[in-house]
């Protein structure tokens, strides 16, 4: 038996249950976050890897996206283990509100390789 979900986004619910994995990390980006392009995976993340000769760890990154509810969390993010190592490596400072099997179905891939179970 599984625990009550909690809602954490606009479309995501994070499980309560010890017994699923949870294999994301969602993480909240503020308006002011947002505004620095250096806090888009896409752009900063890849160039990390590079400079680091970690390219190899490409396909076990996966980052997915969508639309906060407000400007505190104007942008979410849906981050693997891998991915989320990665992030606080390259000394970023995020804020996980919550942890769930698989990203959100609204999101979309923003870096890395697609879920799948």
Same mark, same amino acid.
């Given at each position: 038996?599984?625990?009550? $979900?909690?809602?954490? !986004?606009?479309?995501?619910?994070?499980?309560?249950?010890?017994?699923?994995?949870?294999?994301?990390?969602? &993480? =909240?980006? %503020?308006?002011? /976050?947002?505004? %620095?392009? +250096?806090?888009?995976?896409?752009?900063?993340?890849?160039?990390?890897?590079?400079?680091? #000769?970690?390219? +190899?760890? @490409?396909?076990? &990154?996966?980052?997915? !996206?969508? $639309? #906060?509810? %407000?400007? %505190?969390? @104007? +942008?979410?993010?849906?981050?693997?283990?891998? =991915? @989320? $190592?990665?992030?606080?490596? *390259? #000394? *970023?400072?995020?804020?996980? &509100? !919550?942890? /769930?099997?698989?990203?959100? +179905?609204? =999101?979309? @891939?923003?870096? #890395?390789?697609?879920?799948?179970?």
């Amino acid at each position: 038996m599984t625990s009550p $979900r909690k809602k954490i !986004g606009p479309s995501a619910y994070a499980s309560e249950s010890k017994t699923e994995a949870l294999n994301y990390t969602v &993480i =909240a980006q %503020d308006i002011a /976050q947002v505004q %620095d392009i +250096r806090n888009a995976p896409a752009v900063s993340m890849a160039q990390f890897l590079v400079e680091r #000769g970690q390219i +190899r760890l @490409l396909p076990t &990154i996966s980052i997915y !996206g969508e $639309r #906060g509810p %407000d400007r %505190d969390k @104007l +942008r979410l993010f849906y981050m693997n283990a891998t =991915a @989320l $190592r990665i992030w606080k490596e *390259m #000394g *970023m400072q995020p804020t996980e &509100i !919550g942890a /769930q099997h698989r990203p959100a +179905r609204t =999101a979309q @891939l923003v870096f #890395g390789v697609p879920y799948s179970d």
